[in-house]
């Protein structure tokens, strides 16, 4: 007696199709019912539609035939893209109206924590000496940011998809911060899937130090629906970092050992629940011009062979926190060289800067052409741009070099053109040594490939409309 197989459900066209399986060796075709050209009792059917899949009795030759086909459509639908939108960082905001400096005194860690300490709960792990040292970072540089919805019926939030953090959170309706009142902030009481956890946390980014409460609710990015998703609510958001953002919130990537609110972070929960077909996530950052378009595309579930070229450089995670790898090397124009016996780097999306070791930094610096400025950043003299030297960093035993045009940032500060080194001296100590951080100005060259099934990093060149 023929077997009835159980077929797993895949989007299709809105119409009702068939596939059609002959006898015998015959292909199966996608068929609408009038196009059938053998007699109903003699074609074995499948009806399509954009909610279900039902399945009709198959032989055991044809049920595999069918799986097949099925698979391999449902596979290429799996993976779900979320649109980045550029902004201008918060450094570039505060700068262009004349209160970055303050800003930077104002924001310093050791001030912030003297400042604000006697407002987080007593033992607050973010607060402890050290931390800020050890947590990245800051999102004053971050540009690429996404829109999530928390809740239902669904919230909308604008956020970071960081994988220098593991932490969710969106600012609460409660917040009594200024950036809360600036930003779309969740409420609780209009979700009927939130379920109230009680338990608080504090995050420390650096320059920007948040305290909220813990809950679960259902969130969405995409097609992806993360059902009794822990997440934190921001009440307290003391200093300015968080003012001037365009986004609301962060979702970080990072492995669970990173978070700072209990339970797993969202993409754990989306491979636990399968949600994804495969357990990898893509970024592709454009550069800055009008025709770039995405701007920036975040890719759940899997890797789109159209935003790079060539072959993809596997790099294993040496550690599972960060998405943290090794790194051969670091030379200038091929002469100097960092690193020489190897050190260890972090893939960080929640920046635009390339970070390092502060005394290997001052080095970099110099040999750019860079000068420092009172506030800690390094100009460079726009003019010379085409002089200066190439930047290669050695991950995997492939060479992967920054022109001065790659690793520049051009602002303009009123009515002339400033350059800024995208490097800047990070002091992140970690068991394995000095941690590098390759942010934006790295990863907007070269697609990358986070895989959790494997533990892994790829990188692959990027493709951008020609300027």
């Not at 959170?169 to 809360?180: E, F, I, L, R, T």
């Not at 025709?291 to 920036?296: C, D, M, N, R, V």
Request: glycine share 8%; hydrophobic share 35%.
């Amino acid at each position: 007696m023929p077997e009835t197989p159980q077929l797993t459900p895949f989007s299709a066209e809105r119409q009702r199709l068939y596939f059609e399986l002959p006898p015998g060796d015959g292909a199966p075709r996608l068929i609408s019912e009038a196009e059938s050209s053998l007699p109903t009792e003699e074609a074995h059917f499948s009806c399509l539609t954009s909610a279900d899949l039902q399945s009709v009795t198959l032989t055991r030759t044809d049920m595999l035939r069918l799986l097949l086909l099925l698979l391999s459509t449902w596979m290429g639908s799996a993976a779900v893209r979320v649109p980045l939108r550029r902004v201008p960082s918060i450094r570039t905001q505060l700068r262009a109206q004349g209160l970055l400096e303050d800003f930077l005194k104002d924001n310093r860690p050791d001030m912030f924590n003297r400042r604000y300490a006697q407002c987080y709960p007593p033992g607050t792990p973010s607060l402890r000496l050290g931390r800020s040292s050890e947590k990245i970072y800051n999102f004053m540089d971050a540009q690429y940011y996404g829109e999530i919805s928390l809740g239902n019926p669904p919230q909308n939030f604008s956020v970071i998809f960081d994988t220098g953090s593991a932490d969710l959170w969106v600012p609460s309706s409660y917040c009594v911060s200024q950036a809360c009142a600036l930003h779309r902030r969740f409420k609780a009481f209009e979700s009927n899937s939130f379920h109230h956890d009680g338990r608080t946390f504090g995050i420390h980014y650096g320059s920007g130090h948040l305290l909220g409460v813990m809950g679960r609710d259902t969130v969405k990015i995409g097609e992806l629906t993360t059902m009794n998703q822990e997440f934190g609510e921001s009440v307290y958001e003391p200093g300015a970092t968080f003012v001037t953002a365009k986004f609301d919130g962060v979702l970080g990537l990072a492995y669970q050992s990173l978070a700072e609110i209990l339970g797993n972070p969202v993409f754990d929960n989306m491979m636990a629940q399968k949600m994804v077909d495969q357990p990898v996530f893509s970024f592709y950052l454009s550069r800055r011009t009008a025709t770039s378009i995405p701007e920036g595309e975040l890719l759940l579930g899997g890797i789109d062979e159209d935003l790079y070229t060539g072959p993809i450089n596997w790099l294993p995670v040496s550690v599972k926190g960060y998405w943290q790898i090794k790194m051969e090397s670091v030379a200038v124009q091929g002469v100097s060289s960092f690193c020489p016996r190897g050190c260890q780097a972090i893939v960080d999306t929640g920046t635009s800067l390339i970070g390092g070791p502060t005394n290997d930094m001052l080095s970099l610096q110099q040999l750019i052409g860079a000068t420092p400025t009172n506030i800690g950043e390094f100009l460079i003299d726009c003019g010379r741009l085409s002089s200066l030297p190439h930047v290669t960093f050695v991950l995997g035993g492939k060479e992967y070099t920054l022109t001065s045009e790659q690793y520049v940032r051009k602002e303009m500060f009123g009515n002339r053109d400033l350059c800024f080194s995208g490097f800047q001296a990070i002091d992140i100590v970690s068991p394995e040594g000095p941690l590098w951080i390759l942010g934006d100005v790295f990863l907007t060259e070269y697609y990358s490939i986070f895989d959790r099934g494997q533990d892994r990093v790829g990188f692959a060149q990027a493709t951008h409309p020609i300027e």
